[in-house]
C-alpha cells in the first residue's frame, strides 16, 4: 500500500465530475442560479447603503437587464468560491479547502473549455 495520500488533483476531479455533479448538474447550470441569487443579494445590499447600481439610462445603452443588477455570470460565481477557499485557508490551513479550492478552478475549467 502506498504511504502518500491521495493527491488532492485527484480527489478534486472526482468530486466534481462524479458525486457533485450527480449531485447538482454541470456546474454552469449550477452556479448560474447562485450568480442570480447572488446578484439579487448585491442589488438589495447596494440599496440599502444608497449605492445605485446604474440608471435605467446606462443600463439600456449597455444592454443590460432595465430592473436591476445583472446576474452574476457562473465562471465568476466559480472565481468567488475559489476566493472563499483561499480566505478560509489563509486563516486555517485545512486539506478540504485546498480540494474545494481546486475544485472550483476544475469548473471554471470545464465552462471555459466546454466539457
Not at 478560509?88 to 479550492?101: C, I, Q
Amino acid at each position: 500500500m502506498d504511504d502518500h495520500p491521495r493527491r488532492i488533483t485527484d480527489e478534486a476531479w472526482d468530486l466534481v465530475n462524479g458525486n457533485r455533479e450527480a449531485a447538482y448538474g454541470h456546474p454552469s447550470s449550477d452556479f448560474r442560479g447562485t450568480g442570480r441569487v447572488t446578484a439579487a443579494i448585491l442589488e438589495r445590499w447596494l440599496e440599502s447603503v444608497g449605492l445605485a447600481v446604474y440608471s435605467i439610462d446606462d443600463a439600456t445603452a449597455q444592454g443590460l437587464p432595465r430592473d436591476g443588477f445583472p446576474d452574476i455570470p457562473p465562471r465568476i460565481v466559480a472565481l468567488n468560491m475559489t476566493g472563499v477557499k483561499l480566505s478560509r485557508e489563509a486563516a486555517s490551513p485545512k486539506r478540504d479547502n485546498r480540494v474545494d479550492g481546486i475544485g472550483y478552478w476544475i469548473c471554471s475549467d470545464r465552462m471555459v473549455e466546454g466539457y
